[in-house]
């Protein structure tokens, strides 16, 4: 394989699927976002002034941030696949009295407050069997999110959705999603795709559910927090026809948000790697805008903001994701920029000021601002200390994975049911 990657035909074959990316999604892209540069330019994209090196608050304050994990092949007994999950959660705090900015809370004190190790581990199951995926996975998320009561679940969202109109199960019930009010009775009737319930698509579930799981631990304890990042976006897809999430993982985004606000703590998610369309253009604008060595964020409108959505974004349904606000920024030019999603209702409640885009941008400017202290270390500069450490802190190494399955082959033996569990038939065969 490796001649035939190395030859001609294989790089011009890259050639032509990259020239045909050029001219057919990309100009399409680039002649759309061309109909919003100048409110790109005058009303979207603005600079942030930084704190100075030296600041000292009036009140410091923590920021924590939680990532994931894991494999969803740990071991294999005939069609059940054994999952391992690792969430990581760091609290840093800004001790600018201290002169000591964002050194992480202790690891004592840290599984003290939560009442958990750190980084956490844990191990899952699923089976291939029909009936049995469902029903298997659904008793895992509920191990997995403290929250066992439906009605506490899924009422933030429907709360959220009709601003305040849906209070509660009666409310539901007489609602527009009256016809689908009977079927979100417990967590196996939340997953709607049940029948296509991929081993991937299993694992994903169980570890957004984990790290949202995570920052609730610590939203919900004595620690404090102002912030609290999620790795990835605040992305929920909803029933085609109900308008309600998919899968029991949005539901317990909304409950997230909705836990967050009442402790008044600012939950947001930054993605390491997004899909915005035109962002390098976006870029291009905040340097004709801005300047090259300034910083910027760039606020990326929903229908219902005033002057409404992005062209670029019209047919991409999934940006801005349903009740979150997105935003692209960069705090160094040698980084492409970066995406953070905000709770819309907190947004609403904390940043926007209806008919006042003077105060609604001073807002802005002022949350960005602390965003960008807190994304100083040399050695991830212009990216989140505190999310940088929780994916240095939960993520599997090829050797973690490896003696992670040496264990659960001893397990195995143990146990008496059978080994090498954890290799790939075709590695009997050398393959």
Same mark, same amino acid.
């Given at each position: 394989m490796l001649e035939r990657i190395l030859t001609d035909e294989f790089r011009n074959q890259l050639k032509a699927t990259f020239m045909d990316i050029r001219e057919t999604q990309e100009k399409k892209d680039e002649n759309e976002l061309a109909k919003d540069e100048e409110r790109l330019r005058h009303k979207l994209i603005d600079s942030i002034e930084p704190y100075r090196s030296d600041?000292?608050?009036?009140?410091?304050?923590?920021?924590?941030?939680?990532?994931?994990?894991?494999?969803?092949?740990?071991?294999?007994?005939?069609?059940?696949?054994?999952?391992? @999950?690792?969430?990581?959660?760091?609290?840093?705090?800004?001790?600018?009295?201290?002169?000591?900015?964002?050194?992480?809370?202790?690891?004592?004190?840290?599984?003290?407050?939560?009442?958990?190790?750190?980084?956490?581990?844990?191990?899952?199951?699923?089976?291939?069997?029909?009936?049995?995926?469902?029903?298997?996975?659904?008793?895992?998320?509920?191990?997995?999110?403290?929250?066992?009561?439906?009605?506490? @679940?899924?009422?933030?969202?429907?709360?959220?959705?009709?601003?305040?109109?849906?209070?509660?199960?009666?409310?539901?019930?007489?609602?527009?999603?009256?016809?689908?009010?009977?079927?979100?009775?417990?967590?196996?009737?939340?997953?709607?795709?049940?029948?296509?319930?991929?081993?991937t698509h299993v694992h994903?579930?169980?570890?957004?559910?984990?790290?949202?799981?995570?920052?609730?631990?610590?939203?919900?304890?004595?620690?404090?927090?102002?912030?609290?990042?999620?790795?990835?976006?605040?992305?929920?897809?909803?029933?085609? @026809?109900?308008?309600y999430p998919i899968m029991p993982t949005g539901f317990m985004l909304r409950e997230l948000c909705s836990v967050a606000r009442d402790k008044r703590v600012v939950l947001c998610a930054v993605s390491k790697s997004h899909t915005i369309p035109g962002a390098d253009?976006?870029?291009?604008?905040?340097?004709?805008?801005?300047?090259?060595?300034?910083?910027?964020?760039?606020?990326l409108p929903g229908q219902d903001d005033p002057g409404g959505g992005l062209h670029i974004l019209e047919k991409r349904t999934y940006i801005p994701p349903p009740l979150a606000v997105p935003y692209l920024f960069s705090f160094s030019q040698d980084n492409r920029p970066s995406r953070i999603d905000f709770d819309r209702v907190w947004w609403l409640q904390n940043i926007f000021v209806a008919g006042d885009p003077k105060k609604t941008r001073q807002n802005e400017k002022a949350l960005f601002r602390d965003i960008e202290f807190m994304s100083r270390d040399a050695r991830w500069y212009g990216y989140p200390v505190a999310l940088a450490l929780a994916h240095e802190e939960c993520k599997l190494s090829y050797e973690d994975l490896r003696l992670a399955k040496e264990i659960a082959d001893d397990v195995l033996q143990e146990l008496g049911m059978g080994i090498r569990r954890t290799v790939e038939l075709r590695e009997d065969y050398n393959l």
């Open positions: 600041v000292v608050f009036d009140t410091d304050y923590m920021v924590s941030a939680v990532d994931g994990s894991g494999s969803s092949e740990l071991a294999t007994l005939n069609d059940v696949r054994v999952h391992l @999950l690792s969430t990581s959660t760091i609290v840093l705090g800004t001790n600018t009295k201290n002169g000591a900015p964002f050194m992480p809370m202790d690891r004592v004190t840290l599984e003290a407050a939560l009442g958990r190790a750190q980084p956490y581990v844990n191990s899952y199951w699923h089976s291939g069997v029909r009936g049995d995926a469902r029903e298997k996975m659904a008793e895992t998320l509920e191990d997995i999110y403290p929250v066992s009561k439906i009605p506490d @679940l899924i009422l933030p969202f429907f709360r959220d959705t009709t601003n305040g109109q849906i209070q509660s199960i009666a409310d539901l019930s007489n609602s527009r999603y009256s016809e689908h009010a009977a079927m979100l009775q417990t967590m196996e009737s939340l997953i709607f795709y049940g029948q296509f319930l991929t081993n994903d579930e169980l570890r957004k559910a984990s790290e949202y799981a995570a920052a609730r631990a610590v939203i919900t304890s004595d620690i404090r927090p102002k912030y609290v990042l999620l790795d990835g976006a605040m992305s929920m897809f909803l029933h085609q @026809l109900g308008q253009r976006i870029a291009e604008l905040a340097e004709e805008v801005i300047g090259k060595s300034n910083k910027w964020f760039c606020f």
